[in-house]
């Protein structure tokens, strides 16, 4: 089955520790993306990637890193810089914007909750 | 920067009834508009999408609408359904960022 596998579900950690959100997707997507839901609101974007070995900020990338070394895998760094951790994190892929003229959807990923104490 | 709105944020309709989420941004050069369906504690399930092009797009009771140039889309479920009740979140791509509004929560009660 093709879909984007998002690990652990549930994690918790306490405050000072940085703490690692693996996401993995086998739809061959090019671009793959992450974002930060807090309750009663939409979806933030942290960071994004189009191609391996490049990624760019989105509108919270402070306190967050990013690796993208395989196209399958884009995992998501919570550092402990990051004043407000605990949030349901997403994962979303797609095929490159740029290949389709910017018109293309995006996938998600079933989302790690995140607490921190 | 773009920002998308959702009215109501929250609905609770008998089941049966005919029901209308609507969805507003303030960018109209969009380049296509995505439903997505959330429940509880998961991720998110893409409903439809419509192209920048495109003025409808239906999908079994499901229909939305788009009006790029006054910025407002419109999410229709017909008939509804308990299993309906779920958020439904609409989401605008500016090419290689989507922006999300907050969502309506919706409760269909038996």
């Known amino acids: 089955d093709g879909g984007i596998t998002q690990s652990p579900k549930y994690l918790f950690r306490k405050e000072g520790q940085n703490v690692t959100l693996s996401c993995e997707q086998n739809l061959n997507h090019d671009a793959m993306y992450w974002y930060r839901q807090d309750p009663g609101q939409g979806l933030r974007l942290i960071y994004y990637s189009q191609i391996v070995n490049d990624f760019q900020k989105g509108d919270i990338a402070e306190g967050y890193s990013v690796s993208r070394e395989k196209k399958e895998s884009f995992p998501l760094t919570v550092t402990s810089a990051q004043k407000n951790p605990t949030a349901f994190y997403l994962c979303?892929?797609?095929?490159?914007?740029?290949?389709?003229?910017?018109?293309?959807?995006?996938?998600f990923g079933p989302g790690t909750r995140l607490t921190v104490t | 920067k773009q920002e998308v709105t959702q009215i109501p944020a929250a609905l609770s309709v008998p089941e049966g009834e005919n029901l209308v989420l609507n969805c507003s941004f303030t960018?109209?050069?969009?380049?296509?508009l995505q439903w997505f369906r959330q429940d509880p504690g998961k991720g998110l399930t893409s409903l439809l999408l419509?192209?920048?092009?495109?003025r409808e797009q239906t999908s079994g009771r499901l229909n939305a609408s788009l009006d790029k140039s006054s910025g407002r889309s419109t999410l229709y479920i017909a008939a509804s359904q308990p299993g309906d009740s779920a958020t439904y979140l609409c989401a605008v791509n500016n090419f290689n960022k989507f922006y999300f509004g907050s969502g309506t929560k919706l409760n269909v009660k038996p």
């Open positions: 419509i192209q920048s092009s495109q």
């Open positions: 960018d109209s050069a969009i380049y296509n």
């Open positions: 979303a892929s797609s095929i490159d914007p740029v290949k389709t003229g910017g018109d293309y959807e995006q996938y």
